[in-house]
Structures are given as structure tokens and as C-alpha cells.
């Protein structure tokens, strides 16, 4: 199976939103609402910030909202932060009973 | 406070085989499903496999299919990964993440710290 598709890049100024978008398919995004992303820091392990499209993990700020249509899954994050700046990854449970993450998006705080 | 530790990880020669272990600790184990995934020098993220909490079901990326082999020892509470025929391609860093559900892999809410396997010759 492909990967599902992010940007590569996205950009933005403290205090600003920015939307990072993952497409997938049928099998994938477009049947299932087991989407989740993922922030990952430079030289750390990853860190759940979405669940089941649209779900926080305690501890996850309010900034940080997902949504989805279709084939395509969003992660929105509102007012910018500094320490918001990392790598970030969509993943879809799949019809084959797998886990298919996106390339990733580094998103960089201007 | 839940804690996965991998171990196992290192240089091995293409064609040669590796197991990695990781004991979890700070929730009951048998409630849910766990993953590998890895993430090769510089690149992304890649889902490898998953078993269910009873060990009773087991899923794998095409990439590793008849090659990798994931199974748990909920008595030591403790995921494996028995890494077969390795390849270059399967040089990365190898993470135990712990899943929310209990049968399928839907998202990864706690993981390790990673462990590097390197395959050169």
C-alpha cells in the first residue's frame, strides 16, 4: 500500500492557524474514522495529538483540532506556537487490518 | 505512568537474523494492542506490525510480510519483533508503541524510546 499523501512543508507566524491535509482512499481514510496524527520532534518519539479523527489525548492543547471528509483528513492548529514547529504524521487504520502513515508534513514557525 | 523499553537493536550483516524485545510496564498489558514502527535515518514514519492483546491476531506491512514475525508474552509482559532475511532497507529505529484498542491497531497513544538496528555489511 502507498503512503498516505501529506505536503511536504507548511509554514506560518506565531499566532497564526495553519491545516495540514492527508489523503487517502476508500480503503483507508474514506471507510474508516481511525484517523490519528502525530508530533514528532527532532530526535524524540513521536506523540499522539489526534485520535479517531477528531479526538484529544488528555494533556493535548485545545489548539490542535482534526477533521475529515471524505478521503481527506485535516489537522488544523490555531494561535502558533514556537514550540509548535516539528515533523507531523497522519495515519488510517486500512482495510487490510494495517496502520498506513502519511510521508509527513514539517511544518515551520516563522 | 505507562513505560516501554526496547532492547535488542544493532549492527548485523544483510541476510542475518535480529529479535528485539520491549517490556512494558505502568498499564495491564493484556488490555491492549501493541506496534512496531520504524523510521529510517532521516525519513518517515513506518507502521511494521501489530498484534491484538491476546496475541491471538497479528498484522503486518507488506514490507516485512514473511520476514518479520511480532508476538507478545503477556506473563512478562513483554512485545518482540523476530526480524528475518534483514536487508539495508530495514536499517532504522525500531519503536514499541502501545495502542488504544485492544483487538485492532488504530492509533498508538504511548511509545519507547526506540532501538537503532543497522544492517551493512
Known amino acids: 500500500q502507498s503512503a498516505l499523501t501529506q505536503p511536504a512543508s507548511v509554514s506560518g507566524s506565531p499566532g497564526q492557524s495553519i491545516t495540514i491535509s492527508c489523503t487517502g482512499t476508500?480503503?483507508?481514510?474514506?471507510?474508516?474514522?481511525?484517523v490519528a496524527w502525530y508530533q514528532q520532534h527532532p530526535a524524540k518519539a513521536p506523540k499522539l495529538m489526534i485520535y479517531?479523527?477528531?479526538n484529544r489525548p488528555s494533556g493535548v492543547s485545545n489548539r490542535f483540532s482534526g477533521s475529515k471528509s471524505g478521503n481527506t483528513a485535516s489537522l488544523t492548529i490555531s494561535g502558533l506556537q514556537a514550540e509548535d514547529e516539528a515533523d507531523y504524521y497522519c495515519?488510517?487504520?486500512?482495510?487490510?487490518?494495517?496502520?498506513?502513515f502519511g510521508g509527513g508534513t514539517k511544518l515551520t514557525v516563522l | 505512568e505507562v513505560q516501554l523499553l526496547e532492547s535488542g537493536g544493532g549492527l548485523v550483516q544483510p541476510g542475518e537474523s535480529l529479535r528485539l524485545s520491549c517490556t512494558a510496564s505502568g498499564f495491564t498489558f493484556t488490555d491492549y494492542s501493541m506496534s512496531w514502527v520504524r523510521q529510517a535515518p532521516g525519513k518517515g514514519l513506518e507502521w511494521v506490525s501489530g498484534i491484538s492483546g491476546s496475541g491471538g491476531d497479528t498484522y503486518s506491512a507488506d514490507s516485512v510480510k514473511g520476514r518479520f514475525t511480532i508476538s507478545r508474552d503477556n506473563s512478562k509482559n513483554t512485545l518482540y519483533l523476530q526480524m528475518n532475511s534483514l536487508r539495508a532497507e530495514d536499517t532504522a529505529v525500531y519503536y514499541c508503541?502501545?495502542?488504544?484498542?485492544?483487538?485492532?491497531?488504530?492509533?498508538?497513544?504511548?511509545w519507547g524510546q526506540g532501538t537503532l538496528v543497522t544492517v551493512s555489511s
Open positions: 479517531d479523527v477528531s
Open positions: 476508500s480503503s483507508d481514510i474514506g471507510d474508516y474514522n481511525y
Open positions: 508503541a502501545k495502542d488504544r484498542s485492544v483487538v485492532v491497531v488504530t492509533a498508538t497513544d504511548n
Open positions: 495515519t488510517s487504520y486500512t482495510s487490510s487490518s494495517t496502520l498506513l
